[in-house]
């Protein structure tokens, strides 16, 4: 999926690792559109099925109930390094140097404590979905047609799993960001203002910088 990002990338260890870990996210999210398209045809399929010939999709909403761990975690970590997660930075916004960053530092730092916490409470509810002594269909299932829970809710802990290591990252960032007084530093999201984001919009539509399309 094409889009904007406001991250700043060089030769360094921390940006090599950032776009490393990039390319997985960006290889998930793809996978949660994927998932998300093929949620659309799964739904015509039902509409059509039941309205003519009276034939539904059997499990359609446990088929729903699955995808939607898939589509609501897999792009979670990619919306993290691209900062595309709603923030109210009306009081961040107004920082810069060092102020900012350690502003950027803490709550990242917070987050990453949140998420690691979140992480192993899901793994927990993944393992109680989970008998390693029962067969495939004896394990926790949907109510329908007993589909298996335990591959959705496995996903969640690894998912937070892989927004925690892009946290971790971020973290690194935003230190070196404070150590060396860096203005625009790497592998971080970094704020833009309200005509920024505008025409970073714009050109994803448009496909080309906006100010050249002036120019022309």
Same mark, same amino acid.
């Given at each position: 999926?094409?889009?904007?990002?406001?991250?700043? @990338?060089?030769?360094?260890?921390l940006s090599r690792a950032d776009r490393a870990l990039f390319r997985v996210e960006s290889g998930l999210n793809l996978a949660a559109g994927v998932v998300v398209f093929a949620l659309m045809l799964l739904a015509v399929a039902q509409i059509m099925g039941r309205k003519l010939f009276n034939v539904p999709v059997p499990g359609f909403i446990d088929w729903v109930e699955q995808a939607m761990a898939v589509f609501a975690f897999l792009g979670i970590a990619y919306c993290q390094r691209v900062?595309?997660?709603?923030?109210?930075?009306?009081?961040?916004?107004?920082?810069t140097g060092? +102020?900012?960053?350690? +502003? @950027?530092?803490?709550? /990242?730092?917070?987050?990453?404590?949140? /998420?690691?916490?979140? /992480?192993?409470?899901?793994?927990?509810?993944?393992?109680?979905?989970f008998d390693w002594n029962a067969t495939w269909f004896s394990r926790d299932s949907s109510i329908d047609i007993a589909l298996p829970l335990w591959p959705a809710k496995l996903l969640v802990p690894l998912a937070l799993g892989l927004l925690a290591l892009r946290l971790a990252l971020q973290i690194w960032g935003f230190w070196r960001a404070l150590r060396d007084d860096d203005d625009a530093p790497v592998a971080v =999201?970094?704020?833009?203002?309200a005509a920024e984001v505008a025409a970073a919009?714009? @050109? /994803?539509?448009?496909?080309? =910088?906006?100010?050249?399309r002036e120019r022309g």
């Open positions: 999926m094409a889009g904007h990002s406001s991250v700043r @990338e060089d030769s360094s260890a900062g595309g997660h709603i923030r109210m930075d009306i009081l961040i916004g107004r920082l060092r +102020a900012l960053w350690v +502003a @950027e530092l803490i709550s /990242t730092v917070l987050m990453l404590l949140l /998420t690691l916490a979140l /992480t192993v409470g899901a793994f927990r509810h993944f393992q109680r979905a =999201p970094l704020i833009e203002s919009e714009a @050109e /994803t539509v448009i496909g080309e =910088p906006v100010g050249e």
